[in-house]
């Protein structure tokens, strides 16, 4: 056998032992990751129970419900919106793991694009999962993509057209599900999903709704409250409340000529009070160095270190970077101060609750503390 026939039998071999790790690798992506049933937990259901088309599909996803004594007031948390801004779903994780309602009713879905969880963005060197620590051994999360899977929506367009303003985006914009409310029932997957939220908050009457995110150090809008015009005096009095914890936040108003965002169209299209809250994530800048898991939890990037002090920046940033636990803390804490401010407003028809982890209380214990073991 001449030398270059056995050099590219080996060289194929290699190609073929690459492909089927990857392969191996992409299709883990599909398994969800574990969430353990809180205590608190008194129903399961999925998405489709709302929109019966998303059964079966890879927009399906769970609904946590935790309720409380019936007052007709509720809550619903959004977490996944976009599956690579990781303190988002691990915020809506820890409520589903923690939350103990009293009075009210508080709905949950940590996964709010499955699809997403399922790969990663291309070219953007990011790690598929990373790890929690816990007292009761490791727990392990997904990073996915900021939107839905092409696999089970393609092709993208030229240009996406939002259906209800007519307003056009990149094509790619087509798979965000934060561009597509108030979604269509014979749109694409992700306007679907969409869909299928907003009927969950039509039939239930859901008073608050809260969409969990985070964003890029430069990115203008970041350690902020996006709020609708009619959620405006909630979200005021949220800010405030987080001030005197000095939990420094701002306060924007939902852009009119910005369609598609859980923070316009909800309050637009159904009678919740729609709240977007966003924290620093260096993961996804674009000033980043190496993304990898210790970024992820950390937050820690030299680059970032000297973007901010050159101004670059939209929030403080230094060589302790900004951990998971302060991120999923901000969340967590916010969602608490809108309960109470709600209380505050409507003593007649309140939310109650316990068991909330503090703001300090994770990032002094860390976050794998308040994670239940999986069993």
Known sequence: MQKHTITAIICLAGAIVASAIAGSSFLAMRKPDKIIRGPGVTEIKMLSEWFPDLKGSPGDTEVYIMEGADNGVSMLVLGGTHPN????????????????PRTGTLYVI??????????????????????????????????????????????????????????????????????????????????KVCYGIVQLIKEQKVTITVDLHEASPEYPVINAIVAHPK????????????????????????????????????????????????????????????????????????????????????VPYDENGHPIEERVGRHVTAIAEIINSWNWEHPETPLEFDNIPGYEDLLSKGLGAYLLPVQ
């Open 85 to 100: 801004e990781p303190a988002s779903h691990l915020a809506a994780i820890l409520l589903i793991e923690n939350f103990l």
């Open 110 to 191: 940590p996964r709010a694009n499955a699809s997403g969880f399922t790969a990663n963005d291309p070219q953007e060197g990011a790690p598929q999962h990373f790890t929690i620590e816990t007292p009761n051994g490791l727990r392990v999360f997904s990073y996915g993509s900021r939107a839905t899977n092409p696999i089970h929506q393609w092709p993208d367009p030229n240009i996406y057209i939002h259906a209800s303003s007519g307003q056009t985006l990149s094509g790619s914009e087509t798979r965000n599900l934060n561009r597509g409310y108030p979604g269509r029932a014979d749109g694409t997957l992700t306007e």
């Open 231 to 314: 959620a405006m005096q909630l979200a005021s009095d949220t800010v405030l409340g987080l001030e005197m914890q000095d939990i420094k936040i701002s306060l924007e108003p939902s852009p009119v000529n910005l369609r598609g965002l859980t923070h316009r169209e909800l309050g637009d299209f159904t009678d919740t009070l729609p709240l977007l809250m966003e924290t620093a994530n260096a993961s996804q800048g674009r000033l980043r160095g190496r993304t990898d898991e210790a970024l992820v939890l950390t937050g820690k990037d030299k680059w970032y270190v000297r973007a901010a002090k050159l101004g670059r920046l939209y």
